[in-house]
């Protein structure tokens, strides 16, 4: 069992993320786990390398600790319904798991009435860096709650009480949500979501809008509200607030839907293979 108090914790960058070294996160203790939950919120990513969750049910018992999990319904893992394959491989012509993953900025189920608290990715293949040691198929995660900070008094009061529309539509065809079943599409429809959300834990607040899933702000006519959407949409990516994961293969990655948002970037291509494996804690009704 590994204590809290010998963690051995570095910021990945200014504003996001921190990881945690010399850590088996299948040993760990309830200490540990609050502090890991506590960075979570506070740095909005916790980065955990050099992991082994063989078999699968160490990644779900390993979630379980940060609150229930969410069902998945395509790309499941076999047995596990909790756990969802990202990966561009394919098998007998047939996608091995879901391919398209956030290829946008946004924060995961924005478009739900409960919207998800954080993932969690496991990774089991990644694609090489190229000839010149650039990595490929990064992900890229912005602190939306220092965004919100940088914003002068005048915007804060204007964005005060604004609500946006969110909804699946918004997500490209072929992506993650367009290939839910029908009838779970149909229960998405649209929610309606503050513009800044109140951290549930921390109470702290940060811009929720984005690009992915956003598509207007309630009560402002169409040229105010895509104008609002484009000025908070550059405020959250910020380059200095941005972090770049770089992944390994072992690499548990965590991040908090109410803290950051993110982007996968798709530049790698078959014979570059990639597999994730993707668990989801469910969240609260955002405020």
């Given at each position: 069992?590994l204590?809290?108090?010998?963690l051995?914790v570095?910021?990945?960058s ?13 040993g760990i ?15 909005g990513v916790?980065?955990?390398?050099n992991?082994r969750?063989?078999?699968?049910a160490?990644?779900?018992d ?7 999990l969410g069902?998945h319904?395509q ?8 756990i969802?394959?990202?990966s ?5 012509g ?7 993953a956030?290829h ?6 924005s478009?739900?009435?409960?919207p ?6 496991y990774?089991?293949?990644i694609?090489?860096?190229r000839?010149?040691g650039?990595t490929?198929?990064d ?17 804060k ?7 946006a529309?969110?909804?699946?539509s ?6 993650a949500r ?16 503050p513009?800044?959300r109140?951290?549930?834990v921390t109470?702290r607040k940060?811009?929720y809008?984005n690009?992915?899933h956003?598509r207007?702000?309630a009560g402002?006519p169409?040229e105010?509200s ?5 000025l908070?949409?550059?405020?959250v990516?910020?380059?200095d607030?941005?972090?770049r994961?770089?992944?390994q293969v072992?690499?548990v990655i965590?991040?908090?839907n ?5 982007n996968a970037?798709p530049?790698?291509?078959l014979?570059?293979?990639r597999?994730?494996?993707?668990s ?8």
């Open positions: 069992m204590l809290e108090e010998k051995s570095h910021p990945c200014p504003h996001v993320g921190a990881e945690i070294g010399g850590i088996d996160i299948t203790d309830d200490a540990t786990a609050a502090r890991i939950k506590a960075l979570l919120c506070e740095r916790v980065v955990i390398r992991q969750l063989e078999p699968p160490r990644l779900k390993y979630c379980h600790r940060f609150g229930e069902l319904h790309f499941t893992l076999d047995g596990h319904p909790e969802i394959k990202l561009n491989i394919i098998e007998n047939v996608p091995f798991g879901l391919k398209d956030g946008h900025w946004h924060s995961d189920l478009y739900s009435e409960i998800e608290f954080g993932a969690v990715l990774a089991r293949e694609p090489a860096p000839a010149n650039e490929v198929g992900t890229l995660f912005a602190n939306a709650q220092v965004a919100y900070d940088r914003l002068d008094d005048a915007m009061q204007r964005l005060a009480g604004l609500r529309c969110f909804s699946p918004k997500v490209k065809t072929g992506s367009s290939i839910l079943p029908d009838e779970e599409r149909k229960k998405l429809g649209e929610v309606f979501h513009v800044v109140t951290h549930p109470g940060g811009i809008v690009p992915g956003t207007y702000i402002l169409k105010e895509d104008a609002l959407l484009a908070l949409y550059k405020q990516q910020q380059p607030l941005i972090y994961h770089h992944w072992g690499d965590m991040w908090d109410c803290t950051v948002q993110h970037v530049d790698y291509a014979p570059q293979r597999l994730i494996l993707r989801t804690i469910k969240g609260t009704v955002p405020f």
